[in-house]
C-alpha cells in the first residue's frame, strides 16, 4: 500500500458521558477501500463524523495529508460525504443538486454542465438533469448523491450505510456500482456499515469496531480466516468459538479430544479460545474423527446444509454439501490450518468486549 | 335515507353559522335605510364607504398595524423556533405550552393586562401600544405553524450542504428555509388576519382618537346603526375568510407534494 493520507491519533469522544470513542488511532491509506464494520452503536458512525467534520473528538487529532484538520469545518475539508439518507436537496432538479457545490466554488457554467454529464454518465444515470429528486427510486437518489459527492473532485469519498435502505438486489447491485466507481476514480472510500457481507465484497480493508474500540484491522481474508479475539469471530460470519487448552505449540485440545493445529507461541497448558468456522468442520465415520458426536438438528440453506453437532458437550455448528442425518453418528475432523487460535481475554476491557456477544 | 338526513343536519348547521352574515351582506346592498323591507339595489353604502375620511383613516390605520405586527411577529416567532432547534425535546414542549398559553388566554385578560403593563411603563397609549400589542399576541400563533416544520427538518441536507463547501449561513438559506417556508407563509397569514380583525385587546391599548376599523364600527354602533357600517364589515369578513382559505390551502398542497 502507499502513504498515509488520513491519520486519526488518539481519538475519544463522549455523549452526556457515555464514551463513544476510546482513544482510537486509525491510519488511512491513500486509494484503498476502507470499511469500518461494527454492530450499532460501535462508534463506527461517529468516527466517519469525525473526519467528515461534523462531530469534534473531545481529545485527540485528525491528520489529513499531514495537515492537522481538527478543528477545520466541513465545508473546509477536502472531502464529501454520502448520507445514509441521500440527503438530496428536494426542492431542486438533479442538475442542481449535482451542481450545488460547483456554484460555491463559482466554477463556470460550461464546467459546470461538463461535469454534471460526466457524472451522471459514472453513475448510469444520463438524462437525469432535470428529474427532481422526489421521482427516482431509493436507488437512483442514492446515485445521485454519489455523483454530487464526486464532481467536487474529493480525495476521500465518506460513506455513512449508503445503502442501507435499499433492498437485497439493489444492495448487491450497487456493492459492484461502488467498487467499479473507486476504480475509474482511483480516490480513497471510507466506508461504514454494519453488513460484514457488504465489507468483505468491496474492501481492501476492513477495521472491525466494537464499544468505541478497534478489535481488529486488516483485509477481508485476514479478518475472515484469522479472527484475533472471539467478537470478530462471531461479527464476521458464523463460527463456532470454543474454549480450549493449548497442550503445547501446534497441538490444542478441545472438549478433551487433541487437534494438531499451526499456532505456536502460546505457551505450554495454557486457557486459549478456538474458531473454527462451520464450513471447515468435517464430518467423517466416528471412528477417524478426531471427536464424535450425533447430529441433533439439519437445515436446507440452498447451497449447503446446515446441521448441529453435539460432541464432547458443545453444539458444533456445521455447514457442509453433504448431508448426514438427525441422530447419525458422526466424527469431526478438522484440517490444522483452519483451526484459528486466539488468547483468552485477559483485561477487564476485553472481557467487557466478550460479553456482549 | 340516512345520506339524505345527514346532508339536511349539514344544510342546518350551515344555516345558523351563516345565516348572521348573509344578512348583513344583504343589507349592505340594500338601498332602503330601513332594515326590515327591501328598497333594491345598490351599491350607494359602498361608494360612502370610500368617500369617509374617518373609515380611510381607519383602513390605513388597521392595515399599517396588520402588516407590520405581522412582519415583526413573523420574524421573532420563526428565529425563536429556529434557535429552539438544538434544544432537547423535552425543554422544548415546555417553551411550546409556555407560549401556547396567551392564545388561550381570554383577550379581554390580555389586553387589560397589556394596558397596564404599558402604564406602568409609562408608554403612551396609540400607535406603538397597539402595534406591540399585536406583536405579542401574533408571536405564539407564528410559532405554532412553524414548529412542525422544523420539528421535521432533515439535518443530514444541511449537512449535506456544509459538506459541499456552503458556510453555515448559505446552507441554512439552502436547505433549512426552504422546507419551513410553508409554515412561515401560514404562519404570517394568520397573524395578519388575527391583526386584522382583533378588537378587544385594541381596545384597551389604543388610547383615544386612535381608530381602527374594529373600534370605528363600535363606536359607530353606540350612536345608531348606518348602512355603511354593514358595507365596511362585509368587506372585513370577505378580506378574513380569503385570508383564511389560503391559510389552510397553503400546507395543504405542500403536504401533496411530498
Redo the contacts between chains.
Keep these: 500500500m502507499s502513504k498515509d493520507l488520513i491519520t486519526l491519533e488518539h481519538i475519544s469522544k463522549s455523549y452526556d458521558g457515555q464514551m463513544i470513542l476510546d482513544d482510537l488511532s486509525l491510519s488511512i491509506y491513500e486509494n484503498s477501500f476502507v470499511t469500518l464494520l461494527g454492530p450499532s452503536g460501535c462508534g463506527k458512525t461517529t468516527t466517519l463524523r469525525i473526519i467528515?467534520?461534523?462531530e469534534k473528538p473531545d481529545q485527540g487529532r485528525v491528520i489529513f495529508d499531514g495537515k492537522d484538520i481538527t478543528d477545520l469545518?466541513?465545508?473546509k475539508r477536502q472531502l464529501?460525504?454520502v448520507?445514509?439518507?441521500y440527503?438530496?436537496?428536494?426542492?431542486m432538479t438533479i442538475a442542481d443538486n449535482i451542481a450545488?457545490?460547483l456554484k460555491?466554488?463559482n466554477k463556470s457554467d460550461s464546467y459546470i454542465k461538463d461535469k454534471i454529464k460526466y457524472a451522471l454518465k459514472l453513475v448510469n444515470l444520463e438524462g437525469f438533469e432535470n428529474r427532481m429528486p422526489?421521482s427516482l427510486s431509493g436507488g437512483q437518489q442514492q446515485r445521485i448523491?454519489i455523483a454530487?459527492?464526486i464532481v467536487?473532485e474529493p480525495k476521500v469519498l465518506l460513506l455513512d450505510e449508503p445503502l442501507g435502505a435499499l433492498d437485497l438486489k439493489m444492495r448487491q447491485d450497487m456493492q459492484y456500482e461502488l467498487k467499479r466507481l473507486k476504480e475509474e476514480l482511483g480516490i480513497t472510500f471510507i466506508y461504514v456499515t454494519h453488513d460484514q457481507e457488504e465489507a468483505l465484497t468491496m474492501s481492501d480493508h476492513i477495521v472491525v469496531m466494537n464499544q468505541g474500540y478497534i478489535q481488529q484491522e486488516g483485509s477481508p481474508e485476514k479478518i475472515y480466516n484469522e479472527p484475533e479475539n472471539a467478537f470478530v469471530a462471531d461479527f464476521i460470519g458464523d463460527s463456532n468459538i470454543i474454549r480450549a487448552t493449548m497442550v503445547r505449540d501446534e497441538l490444542v485440545d478441545i472438549l478433551g479430544a487433541k487437534f494438531a493445529c499451526v499456532d505456536t507461541g502460546f505457551g505450554e497448558n495454557k486457557p486459549v479460545d478456538v474458531v473454527i468456522r462451520p464450513e471447515d468442520v468435517e464430518l467423517v465415520s466416528p471412528e477417524e474423527g478426531t471427536i464424535s458426536g450425533v447430529v441433533t438438528d439439519l437445515t436446507f440453506k440452498g447451497v449447503h446444509y446446515e446441521m448441529d453437532v453435539q460432541a464432547g458437550g458443545y453444539e458444533w455448528l456445521v455447514h457442509s454439501t453433504k448431508m448426514s442425518e438427525v441422530g447419525k453418528e458422526v466424527g469431526i475432523k478438522v484440517d490444522p490450518y483452519n483451526i484459528q487460535i486466539m488468547n483468552v481475554p485477559a483485561s477487564e476491557d476485553e472481557e467487557a468486549i466478550s460479553e456482549t456477544i | 335515507m340516512k345520506k339524505a338526513i345527514e346532508k339536511i343536519y349539514l344544510t342546518i348547521i350551515l344555516i345558523f353559522m351563516y345565516a348572521p352574515i348573509l344578512t348583513l351582506i344583504v343589507l349592505s346592498f340594500n338601498s332602503s335605510k330601513s332594515r326590515a323591507k327591501w328598497g333594491g339595489f345598490t351599491l350607494e353604502w359602498y361608494i360612502n364607504l370610500l368617500s369617509d375620511e374617518a373609515v380611510a383613516s381607519a383602513l390605513f390605520n388597521t392595515l399599517t398595524i396588520a402588516i407590520l405586527a405581522t412582519i415583526f411577529s413573523t420574524i421573532i416567532g420563526t428565529i425563536t423556533c429556529v434557535a429552539m432547534i438544538g434544544l432537547p425535546g423535552k425543554l422544548r414542549s415546555v417553551i411550546m405550552g409556555i407560549t401556547n398559553i396567551p392564545m388561550i388566554n381570554a383577550d379581554i385578560v390580555t389586553g387589560i393586562s397589556l394596558m397596564l403593563l404599558f402604564r406602568f411603563l409609562h408608554i403612551g397609549a396609540g400607535f406603538t401600544t397597539i402595534l406591540l400589542a399585536h406583536i405579542t399576541f401574533n408571536i405564539p400563533f407564528v410559532m405554532l405553524s412553524v414548529m412542525p416544520r422544523v420539528k421535521n427538518i432533515n439535518f443530514y441536507v444541511y449537512e449535506a450542504a456544509l459538506d459541499l463547501g456552503a458556510s453555515r449561513t448559505y446552507a441554512f438559506f439552502k436547505t433549512i428555509l426552504p422546507d419551513i417556508v410553508p409554515g412561515i407563509i401560514s404562519g404570517a397569514l394568520m397573524a395578519f388576519t388575527m391583526s386584522l380583525d382583533d378588537f378587544i385587546i385594541t381596545y384597551f391599548t389604543k388610547g383615544s382618537g386612535f381608530e381602527t376599523l374594529s373600534t370605528l364600527i363600535y363606536n359607530e354602533v353606540k350612536r345608531g346603526i348606518q348602512p355603511e357600517i354593514y358595507a365596511l364589515s362585509a368587506l372585513i369578513f370577505i378580506v378574513v375568510l380569503t385570508l383564511l382559505l389560503i391559510v389552510y390551502r397553503a400546507p395543504q398542497s405542500k403536504t401533496k407534494e411530498n
Excluded at chain 1, 440527503?87 to 426542492?91: D, E, G, K, N, V
Design positions: 467528515g467534520g461534523f469545518s466541513p465545508n464529501n460525504t448520507f445514509q439518507k440527503a438530496l436537496f428536494t426542492h450545488f457545490g460555491i466554488k422526489e448523491a454530487r459527492a467536487n
